[in-house]
């Protein structure tokens, strides 16, 4: 008998499976981990398919053992099999990125669950609903609190294990310490193997086990699943992007609830426009609107371009009342950018060719991190007359602290690291991910959001949807505070109705992307090429690819460093295209759902 076995191993694309001989007396079917000998030593392996020859004329090496802690069943094999396929990758590198390896010496310690806090005592009302009724589901709910809640009812009295997703290693940690489960597994990525191994082996062998994570955690079957659920679902940090395998949580959670049966619990402050097709939305409990402001109406003249004077108002009147502020404003600097006013040059990084932000003696790239000294004179026509254009937060900061004498004003971003304290904290989207803690919210009497047309102007077919996640989710930091939410834009009618009609705005939006051809009614991919002379050889596939696949629309990432191709195509042909790309060399490096979330 011969077994055709993944290797654990990363593998380039051309190498798929490799053949044994299987020893007499040794019992082994498809999914079952091996030990075998490969190239100068040995290895894991999990045994793919089996059959009576094989093609390799000699020298066929045997199967060691089998590994029985390592085993997956034939339904959990196929799902990665499937992910792989989407990928564009072979099964062995996938399996190398999710399956810890045992180590040389096996450690008697168990594995030991971090403390956490008390279970809390509320009951959420939209868990007997997901019980009940088929999914999947997605639950509208305000900050990380209210999904504890949710998530803790789920697990409670549960038949079969959780799998709880984050998208990065604070909410996850938050989350187990809250959700008051004593014996949940707890996995960062960041863990030495060993820890891995011990958590794997803790995870699969119990049956209704409870696993909090980050995105690694989806690429972790369980035999007796019951629960997937994905903790702030619109997060970007889901999707792996920046190595292989460049796999997106969400949807390894879901191919995996469709292969085992359990049930797809999505959770955040407000749901992707794509959710809206196939998924059933849950509300949970209504909270009130935000005050709305139009920065285009208002008649009064105002005191600063971006502080409109009912916005002053309420800050003014918070402040009297002894309460904190937090002003939302994710531009840094002085200014947004610098040009110049007799031949309209703009300056960008020569390293990167990204933005360069004017701060109060230099101009910052924040893509690659380089600064320089601003300018006297234009390098391109060397006129004087520069013109600063925009406000960055340290311009905000100055007019706050001129507007607001007598109250302290604190820049709160990534670059500083400082402990909030000011009563008037101006703060970009770095608090609400690092800083924040909806578990421990500080003593808020306003949040104010200056600047909510800024994702909405993004040049992206998910501007929509992005902004009016980010509004949510900046409620929900003031409904986690008890304080109230103000909200600046040019654009309320478009607000007003994200708060009372968000579903409909929301399939308004899918019938756009219907309209021009964006995802998910077309499948978007992305090619770069590691090597030299990148655009040749893109060019050279590019064309092959035109050739193949008439339908394929194709467009050179000009501005792009390294050099990169986006492609467009109707979903039904993507299967082809993909099998197409598995057999490109590994110096082509492919995106195969590159759909800007």
Known sequence: MIAEVYPLRRMPRRFQVFDYDVPAGMVVERGMAVRMPFRTGQT???????????????????????????????????????????????????????????????RTKAYASPSVQPMMPEVHPSTQTIREKPGPFFVTLPHLREAALLLRDLCRNRTGAVQILTPNVQDAKRLFEHLGITDAIFLSGEEPPTARFQAWTAYRSKKDAVLVSTRLGS?????????????????????????????????????????TGAKLVSVDVAPRADTCLHTNILSGTAYPPPTIISTMVDPAIPAHPVLMPPTLEAIEETLTLGKHVVCIYNRKGVSHHLSCRDCHHTFACTECGGPLVVYERQLRCHRCARAESVPLSCPKCHGTDLLRRGFGNRAIAQALERLCPGYAVQIIEKEGGETPVAPILLVTQYYIESVFNAFAPPALGLVVDLDA???????????????????????????????????????????????????GLLKEDLDARRAYHHPPFRRSMRITYRGTSPQGALRLLIGEIRGKFPTVETHEEIHERPSAWSLTMPPAIAPD???????????YIIDTNADGR
Not at 454 to 479: I, K, N, S
Not at 578 to 584: I, M, R, T, V, Y
Request: with cysteine.
């Open 453 to 503: 047309d800024a994702l909405f102007f993004q040049p992206t077919f998910r501007a929509t949807e992005e902004a009016v996640l980010a509004a949510y989710e900046r409620r929900g930091l003031a409904l986690a505070s008890n304080a109230k939410f103000l909200l600046q834009t040019q654009n309320p009618i478009f607000f007003t109705r994200a708060f009372y009609d968000l579903v």
């Open 219 to 259: 690429l972790w079957p369980h035999p007796h699943l019951a629960y997937i659920c994905v903790v702030r679902a619109g997060h970007r940090n889901h999707k792996q992007a920046n190595q292989n395998p460049r796999y997106d949580a969400r949807q390894a959670a879901a191919t995996l609830a469709q292969h």
């Open 577 to 587: 295209v993909l099998k197409f790309f598995a057999n490109l060399d590994d110096r």
């Open 44 to 106: 894991l392996g999990f045994i793919a398919r089996l059959k009576e020859r094989s093609n390799v004329q000699r020298g066929l090496k045997a199967l060691t053992e089998v590994v029985p802690a390592l085993s997956l069943s034939q339904k959990e094999l196929a799902w990665f099999e499937e992910l792989a396929a989407g990928l564009a990758l072979p099964v062995s590198t996938l399996l190398q990125a999710a399956i810890p390896t045992p180590p040389k010496r096996p």
